[in-house]
């Protein structure tokens, strides 16, 4: 349940960082997202 929110809560926060970075068109911000859509899913599975 905890490792479920804790998930959610980086979802949202990669989803942001995915908006910010297409809509000002910053690569850095895509980066970001990127790899806390990795931690997420590292997170999900361990």
Same mark, same amino acid.
């Given at each position: 349940?905890?490792?479920?929110?804790? #998930?959610?809560?980086?979802?949202?926060? /990669?989803? &942001?960082?995915? $908006?910010? @970075?297409?809509?000002?068109? #910053?690569?850095?911000?895509?980066?970001? /997202?990127? &790899?806390?859509? $990795?931690? @997420?899913?590292?997170?999900?599975?361990?």
């Amino acid at each position: 349940m905890e490792v479920k929110m804790i #998930n959610q809560h980086m979802m949202n926060k /990669a989803r &942001r960082a995915a $908006r910010e @970075a297409l809509t000002k068109r #910053n690569a850095r911000k895509w980066d970001e /997202a990127n &790899r806390i859509m $990795r931690q @997420a899913a590292a997170s999900a599975f361990n």
